[in-house]
């Protein structure tokens, strides 16, 4: 069993643990008026990456720093959609092939807004917060770089990347 190392600020949380999406669910719907649509995203460790097996992933961040990006992230939601919660759970350390990595949940009165503002969190975590990956592939340690895909996907929300991720 790997060491418990959880670090969470209000909406974020960053651990090394496991999460139940249905239990961060009820969490954020807990006491919340008028919530017609959740919509939420789930991303898991890949078997393969630009071609190459993978084996494992081992994620590093900045503590402190991370979490703060991430909340920021979450208020630039709230400013753009019509939001009543919204919740990002994002691991560390190492992950194996189909563990999950991130949770992204919001709430919002209609599936419109909460299906675009889980789609802009997590173009935003991909770009903008301050994780770094490795992979283990059959060639070795690699660590992973930041993807034009994922640039130009934050860009459709009229936000450039700044090269934090």
Same mark, same amino acid.
């Given at each position: 069993m790997r060491?418990?190392?959880a670090m969470k600020?209000?909406?974020?949380?960053?651990?090394?643990?496991?999460?139940?999406?249905?239990?961060?669910?009820?969490?954020l719907r807990a006491h919340q008026r008028g919530v017609g649509a959740v919509?939420?995203?789930?991303?898991t460790?890949?078997? %393969?990456?630009d071609g190459d097996e993978v084996s494992r992933m081992? !994620?590093?961040?900045?503590?402190g720093m991370t979490e703060r990006a991430i909340e920021?992230?979450?208020? $630039? $939601?709230?400013?753009?959609?019509?939001l009543l919660g919204a919740r990002v759970i994002h691991r560390i350390g190492p992950l194996e092939v189909g563990e999950q990595i991130v949770l992204v949940v919001v709430s919002s009165a209609h599936r419109g807004q909460a299906f675009q503002a889980c789609e802009f969190l997590m173009d935003y975590l991909k770009t903008q917060a301050p994780f770094w990956?490795?992979?283990?592939?059959?060639?070795? $340690? %690699?660590?992973?770089?930041? %993807?034009? $895909?994922?640039?130009?996907? !934050?860009r459709r929300w009229g936000i450039a990347a700044s090269g934090n991720a």
């Amino acid at each position: 069993m790997r060491e418990s190392c959880a670090m969470k600020t209000g909406r974020v949380t960053i651990q090394t643990e496991d999460f139940d999406l249905s239990s961060e669910v009820a969490a954020l719907r807990a006491h919340q008026r008028g919530v017609g649509a959740v919509a939420s995203f789930v991303g898991t460790v890949r078997d %393969r990456n630009d071609g190459d097996e993978v084996s494992r992933m081992e !994620l590093e961040h900045y503590p402190g720093m991370t979490e703060r990006a991430i909340e920021a992230m979450i208020d $630039a $939601a709230f400013a753009r959609f019509d939001l009543l919660g919204a919740r990002v759970i994002h691991r560390i350390g190492p992950l194996e092939v189909g563990e999950q990595i991130v949770l992204v949940v919001v709430s919002s009165a209609h599936r419109g807004q909460a299906f675009q503002a889980c789609e802009f969190l997590m173009d935003y975590l991909k770009t903008q917060a301050p994780f770094w990956k490795k992979e283990q592939t059959p060639q070795g $340690a %690699r660590w992973v770089d930041a %993807r034009v $895909a994922d640039d130009d996907a !934050l860009r459709r929300w009229g936000i450039a990347a700044s090269g934090n991720a």
